[in-house]
């Protein structure tokens, strides 16, 4: 299991971890971020590319 | 370190420790590989996060922790040469030469020692600054005080960000730049002159149109003489007038380094000879590459989302080569069609923008909003959509990404 913190101070809602990590991550009907604060193991590529690609740096998998 | 053939046992050798390094050495390790891997960077520091250097860093005084990646459990053995310039490589001898005179052998090389800010022709006096590495920032914090006439030369994104984070901070700012408006190279002239306009409500002076004539100040920055005798006094000197790539170290190499270091779409160097090296790779802001999602024209790409991407691309590539299974042809098959992406803060204005927006041929509309407030603005060529930039709008450009997207399946033809 994967623990994903997201650091809303930071996040401006650009949505670019949704498209590297679309089961976990989403901006809602107001374009706000709403994210799984757990991941399967499955998605640790996908969530380390949205850590990656984030412009905030706001995403964070606690180890 | 001799002989014509590569130690078996020699690491993957990544010159430049910064996004790109880093991420391609993760990349690495994603793929499978499990040798070893040094990376030799120029900087103390290990990779941080560029962006904030113009902002945060010089208008809150944080650290090296505050902009550090996160380091990843599977790259903790990467062994890290941090404050090692690299001085030349032999790529038939498979080493890198650093400014202490030692030799380091690789078994593949990544290129990944990006740009360097590129400086006035002028006498080195204290008071200039450039703001590119970490220590750059720093520096730059320490006189950005308030009431502190600040010149800023450049009005791209960086001397647009500091004009605006030195503004906040309560000092006197002027801008001077050869162009006609701000931005206006990767923006165009409409954007360009919004921008403008919001920078000069919070007090920002532009002298447009400009070069630099002379400096004032024997040991000291004293201001600036123009190309039409006008002098712009002042306390500090910011010269943000673009990048020079740090490529001189291959100098003796057959490299392709006639912008940054030629690539394909594997991200494999190219030598003069147009053939790829299969054994040395480029990432990054120095990495010249074609990109399908446009053309097959070979361009350097200096936006952020680029050293990752390319790095993921590189490791991907080098990873499965190394492991000398059937996937190589498979993996370099997929193709390499980055998304540029770039983002700026000035003042209130959120500036977001994806794909190239300087490919346009003249068909630049507005795609949504007005220019007074949120605006979304297309770049065409063929017309076809190749750029979008908003001012304060996030979400919305989702749908105009998707469309130049959209372009890579369909090609060029």
């Not at chain 2, 004009?163 to 990767?186: D, N, S």
């Not at chain 2, 409500?201 to 070069?211: C, E």
């Not at chain 2, 057959?254 to 030629?262: A, E, Q």
Request: glycine share 10%.
């Amino acid at each position: 299991m994967i623990k994903i913190e997201v650091d809303m101070d930071l996040c401006q809602h650009y949505g670019q971890c949704v498209f590297e990590a679309p089961n976990l991550f989403t901006l809602n009907d107001d374009d706000k971020l709403e994210y799984h604060a757990e991941a399967d193991d499955s998605e640790r590529d996908n969530v380390e590319a949205a850590v990656d690609v984030c412009p905030m740096q706001a995403i964070r998998i606690v180890e | 370190m001799s002989g014509q053939f590569p130690v078996i046992s020699a690491p993957v050798l990544i010159v430049g420790a910064s996004m790109g390094g880093l991420r391609t050495a993760e990349a690495l390790r994603r793929a499978g590989y499990t040798g070893p891997v040094t990376v030799i960077g120029e900087e103390p520091h290990a990779p941080y996060n560029r962006p904030p250097l113009s902002k945060d860093v010089l208008s809150t005084g944080v650290s090296h922790d505050a902009v550090a990646f996160p380091a990843r459990a599977a790259t903790a053995d990467v062994e890290w040469l941090l404050g090692a310039p690299v001085v030349s490589a032999d790529l038939e001898a498979h080493t890198v030469t650093t400014i202490d005179g030692r030799e380091h052998p690789w078994r593949a090389l990544v290129i990944a020692t990006g740009l360097r800010s590129r400086r006035l022709d002028l006498p080195l006096i204290t008071g200039r600054h450039s703001v590119r590495t970490l220590d750059d920032a720093i520096a730059l914090r320490d006189e950005l005080i308030p009431g502190a006439r600040v010149v800023v030369v450049g009005a791209g994104f960086i001397g647009c960000e500091v004009a605006a984070t030195a503004r906040k901070l309560g000092c006197e700012v002027t801008i001077v730049a050869p162009g006609a408006e701000p931005l206006i190279r990767p923006l165009g002239a409409q954007l360009g002159a919004e921008l403008r306009r919001r920078h000069e409500a919070h007090g920002v002076t532009f002298h447009l149109g400009r070069t630099v004539s002379a400096m004032l100040g024997e040991f000291e920055f004293g201001g600036l003489q123009l190309d039409n005798g006008e002098i712009v006094p002042g306390d500090v000197l910011v010269e943000a007038i673009g990048s020079e790539c740090n490529t001189e170290w291959l100098d003796a190499t057959d490299l392709d380094l006639s912008d940054g270091v030629l690539a394909d779409t594997a991200l494999r160097a190219v030598s003069t000879d147009g053939t790829a090296r299969h054994d040395v790779f480029v990432v990054g802001d120095v990495a010249r590459f074609p990109n399908l999602l446009f053309d097959g024209v070979p361009r350097r790409v200096e936006h952020w989302n680029i050293p990752t991407d390319s790095g993921r691309r590189a490791g991907a590539v080098l990873g499965a080569w190394l492991a000398g299974d059937g996937a190589f042809d498979e993996v370099v098959a997929r193709g390499f069609t980055p998304m540029p992406a770039f983002w700026s803060n000035q003042f209130e204005v959120s500036v977001q923008a994806y794909g190239l927006p300087a490919l346009n041929d003249g068909d630049i509309r507005t795609l949504q909003g007005d220019l007074s407030g949120a605006v979304a603005v297309g770049y065409y060529r063929a017309d076809r959509l190749v750029g979008v930039v908003g001012l304060g709008l996030k979400a919305e450009l989702l749908p105009y990404r998707q469309e130049i997207a959209a372009h890579a399946a369909g090609g060029w033809a």
